[in-house]
Each structure stands twice: as structure tokens, then as C-alpha cells.
């Protein structure tokens, strides 16, 4: 596809998905509060971030 930036965003709580993203490379970007409703209350949204050539560096 010829990207040259993929990004990604999950919830705070979902730390299986924050711990993937993160193995693979994506830095996290920033962290918008209190932006999601999950099981009865609002949690921190964080965004996630990988440039083409960070990823070519982890190969």
C-alpha cells in the first residue's frame, strides 16, 4: 500500500492492545481524556503512531 504513517487507537483499559501496538513499534502519540464509555464509566482514549521508516528500523 505504500503507507507512509499507520495509526491506531484503543481505550486505557485494553492493556492486551496497548501491549501489542506497543511490541510492535507504535509510540503513543497522545491520550485524549475521559474520550470513551466503557462498563459503566469514561476511560482515557490513547493514539498510537508508526512511520515507515521507524518500522523499517525494527526489522
Excluded: I, P
Excluded at 2 to 19: D, M
Amino acid at each position: 500500500m505504500n503507507l507512509r504513517r499507520v495509526s491506531a487507537h484503543c481505550g486505557s483499559f485494553n492493556e492486551a492492545s496497548t501491549g501489542l501496538l506497543e511490541s510492535l513499534g507504535f509510540e503513543r502519540k497522545g491520550t485524549l481524556q475521559q474520550a470513551t464509555w466503557f462498563r459503566g464509566d469514561y476511560h482515557d482514549l490513547y493514539w498510537y503512531g508508526l512511520l515507515r521508516e521507524e518500522w523499517r528500523t525494527r526489522k
